[in-house]
Nanobody, 115 residues
Framework: QVQLVESGGGLVQPGGSLRLSCAAS????????MAWYRQAPGKQRELVAQ???????NYADSVKGRFTISRDNAKNTVALQMNSLKPEDTAVYYC?????????WGQGTQVTVSS
């Protein structure tokens, strides 16, 4: 069983930055693919960024050049650095862990971009 705990969300003005962090329990973190998703009110959950166990990354077109995903296998954490935030980035952000057929989700952290 893996538990994921997100932190770092909050209220930020347009153009500002936030750094989200996801702490994972369990021993299989280094073998896990990790990802950040988000869900805005009335919309489906969507992939924001993902990072494989080997460190390869992939981003949604809407965040390319603004967001950076990274992982620290020694600390069992994955981070999402979000720069140049826009009001349309407002959503609940979720951390996801995938290893084999097993998928785990965090409880989510709210990010609100507003002046």
């Amino acid at each position: 069983q893996v538990q994921l705990v997100e932190s770092g969300g909050g209220l930020v003005q347009p153009g500002g930055s936030l750094r989200l962090s996801c702490a994972a329990s369990g021993r299989a973190f280094s073998a896990s693919a990790m990802a950040w998703y988000r869900q805005a009110p009335g919309k489906q959950r969507e992939l924001v960024a993902q990072i494989t166990s080997a460190g390869s990354t992939n981003y949604a077109d809407s965040v390319k050049g603004r967001f950076t995903i990274s992982r620290d296998n020694a600390k069992n954490t994955v981070a999402l650095q979000m720069n140049s935030l826009k009001p349309e980035d407002t959503a609940v952000y979720y951390c996801k862990s995938s290893v084999g057929l097993r998928v785990y989700w965090g409880q989510g952290t709210q990010v609100t971009v507003s002046s």
